[in-house]
């Protein structure tokens, strides 16, 4: 994974990254590709037959959205998560408060942010064991799916918005549009 910093933003409005938005490079693309593949029957039954809960799933994307600097879906998953929150008569952003979530949900945003700021590194072993207080090991294997996924798709967009950027700097150098 790279960081990278952009200062300006392109014509279409496209907001340039921020700093330390994090990308994949070229080699990294399929290793994560198979690792989301492999979890897809995971996230196939996380989404279909609800296995985790839905609004905590939208707040797990939402949180590893906002450590790898994903705006857009960031933005996305949040409302996502207030949606769901409002149909079931809770209130509170990601990680919200006491009415938002058990302590098993906020133990869980906080397993997935530390999952993503680690990534690709393993998390510190005492959160590992940690998440075995709160959730047996097919809720963890869940969890770890949803993550996954998030970080691909997160990591993904910065890369190809941080390409589009490039190319339209570029063609600003050579006196194109």
């Known amino acids: 994974m790279t ?3 952009s200062p300006d933003s392109g014509p279409s409005g496209i907001p340039a990254p921020v700093p330390g938005k994090r990308t994949l490079r ?3 693309l399929p290793h994560e590709l198979w690792g989301v ?3 897809t029957p995971r996230v196939i039954a996380v989404y279909r037959l609800r296995r985790l809960d839905p609004a905590l799933r939208e707040g797990i994307m939402a949180a590893v959205s ?3 600097a994903c705006r857009y879906c960031t933005v996305a998953h949040e409302a996502w998560e207030a949606r769901l929150l409002s149909e079931a008569g809770l209130s509170g ?6 009415e938002r979530s058990d302590e098993s949900h906020r133990f869980a945003l906080a397993y997935a942010t530390a999952r993503a700021e680690a990534h690709p590194r393993v998390v510190v072993p005492e959160l590992e064991s940690a998440m ?5 090991e097919r809720e963890r294997r869940d969890l770890d799916a949803v993550i996954r996924l998030a970080m691909f798709t997160n990591l993904t ?8 950027n490039r190319m339209r700097r570029s ?3 050579h006196g194109r549009r």
């Open 26 to 28: 070229a080699g990294e």
């Open 157 to 164: 967009m910065n890369s190809l918005e941080a390409f589009l």
């Open 93 to 98: 952003p990601t990680g919200g408060g006491p």
């Open 66 to 68: 906002q450590v790898n």
């Open 3 to 5: 960081m990278y910093a």
């Open 132 to 136: 075995g207080r709160h959730f047996d």
């Open 171 to 173: 063609g600003r150098h």
């Open 37 to 39: 593949l492999r979890s």
